[in-house]
């Protein structure tokens, strides 16, 4: 703990850096630890103890990693060994186990002690904060019950850094404050919380970049498709447009008739394009963190282009044949 205490004064008197603290386990980084607990007011039976994940944190650590304070306080430089036994939960923790309750001022006795301690020590509840995810980003967030470091002492918190400036700009400024503390300590997975979310959505982000390609390529075809059935069909009834021209129907009114029956088609289409989309998407959602599954502005811009396509496809054949001789109309096949 002394370590520490040294480190951390180190780490927050550095050029550029706004605060540090450790925690364990870090989020997302892939450790956890679920223990049991009694609740004071309504102890139950060893086998009927609810659990939770816990963790333990030195001071600052919530408000370096940006976890809002929702009730109560924050962990300080008091809760030591010496003094009262305190723990912080998560908004889940404090909607699951106290619904409707005042949690504040609360006691639990965790199942796990510290090293010369006896088992189920109460410990108040203090604080309230948010929550926050420490496994994965596609998960919901999980009940979590936190210990002051300093009353929890189980091993070594990893040291998390807020910078004002880029973290790798920093990266060997801190190597080096660890050689001078202790040489014998190594430094190992120096890493942004942003390159762990990457790592969080590697796989997804795959999935995802190869299912855009093929949309993509889908929809290109679509267009190419669309412009060629439409063209097909336009350059098929140049007999019929010769007819009406020939019998005094204007050219516009000739390209006005062909774009609405290209739109009544194109309507038609966009349904049932759109209805099978909506349905898709739903097999998407194990893919997504924090976003629906149907993009209305998504599906909107596909509609538009697929729409402006058909207008294209139907448009250039029909103004071709409407400027074409009614005589040379006639006689086409």
Same mark, same amino acid.
């Given at each position: 703990?002394?370590?520490?205490?040294?480190?951390?004064?180190?780490?927050?008197?550095?050029?550029?850096?706004?605060?540090?603290?450790?925690?364990?386990?870090?989020?997302?980084?892939?450790?956890?630890?679920?223990?049991?607990?009694?609740?004071?007011?309504?102890?139950?039976?060893?086998?009927?103890?609810?659990?939770?994940?816990?963790?333990?944190?030195?001071?600052?650590?919530?408000?370096?990693?940006?976890?809002?304070?929702?009730?109560?306080?924050?962990?300080?430089?008091?809760?030591?060994?010496?003094?009262?036994?305190?723990?912080?939960?998560?908004?889940?923790?404090?909607?699951?186990?106290?619904?409707?309750?005042?949690?504040?001022?609360?006691?639990?006795?965790?199942?796990?002690?510290?090293?010369?301690?006896?088992?189920?020590?109460?410990?108040?509840?203090?604080?309230?904060?948010?929550?926050?995810?420490?496994?994965?980003?596609?998960?919901?967030?999980?009940?979590?019950?936190?210990?002051?470091?300093?009353?929890?002492?189980?091993?070594?918190?990893?040291?998390?850094?807020?910078?004002?400036?880029?973290?790798?700009?920093?990266?060997?400024?801190?190597?080096?404050?660890?050689?001078?503390?202790?040489?014998?300590?190594?430094?190992?997975?120096?890493?942004?919380?942003?390159?762990?979310?990457?790592?969080?959505?590697?796989?997804?982000?795959?999935?995802?970049?190869?299912?855009?390609?093929?949309?993509?390529?889908?929809?290109?075809?679509?267009?190419?498709?669309?412009?060629?059935?439409?063209?097909?069909?336009?350059?098929?009834?140049?007999?019929?447009?010769?007819?009406?021209?020939?019998?005094?129907?204007?050219?516009?009114?000739? +390209? %006005?008739?062909? =774009?609405?029956?290209?739109?009544? $088609? !194109? #309507? &038609?289409? /966009?349904?049932?394009?759109? *209805? @099978?989309?909506?349905?898709?998407?739903?097999?998407?959602?194990?893919?997504?963190?924090?976003?629906?599954?149907?993009?209305?502005?998504?599906?909107? +811009? %596909?509609?538009? =282009?697929?729409?402006?396509?058909? $207008? !294209? #496809? &139907?448009? /250039?054949?029909?103004?071709? *044949? @409407?400027?074409?001789?009614?005589?040379?109309?006639?006689?086409?096949?």
């Amino acid at each position: 703990m002394a370590f520490y205490d040294q480190l951390l004064e180190r780490m927050r008197a550095l050029p550029g850096v706004e605060s540090a603290a450790g925690v364990w386990p870090l989020p997302l980084g892939g450790d956890n630890a679920t223990v049991s607990f009694n609740i004071e007011e309504r102890p139950v039976a060893q086998p009927d103890r609810p659990s939770a994940n816990m963790a333990f944190a030195t001071p600052g650590y919530f408000s370096t990693a940006g976890t809002p304070l929702l009730k109560g306080r924050f962990f300080n430089d008091h809760d030591d060994a010496n003094a009262p036994r305190v723990v912080i939960v998560n908004k889940v923790f404090a909607d699951k186990f106290f619904p409707a309750e005042e949690v504040i001022g609360k006691r639990i006795a965790p199942g796990t002690m510290a090293p010369g301690e006896k088992g189920g020590i109460s410990r108040e509840i203090v604080g309230v904060v948010g929550n926050a995810k420490l496994f994965a980003m596609d998960a919901e967030p999980l009940p979590i019950y936190y210990f002051p470091y300093k009353q929890l002492p189980w091993q070594p918190p990893v040291v998390m850094l807020r910078t004002a400036l880029p973290p790798r700009m920093l990266e060997s400024v801190i190597r080096k404050q660890m050689t001078d503390l202790d040489p014998n300590v190594p430094v190992f997975q120096v890493r942004t919380m942003a390159e762990l979310l990457s790592l969080q959505v590697t796989e997804p982000r795959f999935h995802t970049v190869l299912l855009g390609c093929f949309a993509g390529i889908a929809l290109l075809l679509t267009m190419v498709g669309l412009y060629g059935v439409m063209a097909y069909s336009v350059t098929r009834r140049t007999r019929e447009i010769g007819v009406r021209i020939a019998l005094g129907g204007s050219r516009g009114a000739v +390209l %006005s008739m062909v =774009l609405k029956q290209a739109l009544v $088609l !194109l #309507a &038609a289409g /966009l349904v049932l394009g759109l *209805a @099978a989309s909506w349905a898709a998407d739903r097999l998407l959602e194990s893919m997504l963190f924090g976003t629906s599954a149907v993009n209305p502005r998504v599906l909107g +811009l %596909s509609g538009l =282009l697929v729409t402006l396509t058909g $207008l !294209l #496809a &139907a448009y /250039l054949p029909a103004r071709r *044949a @409407a400027k074409v001789d009614p005589l040379v109309a006639l006689r086409y096949e």
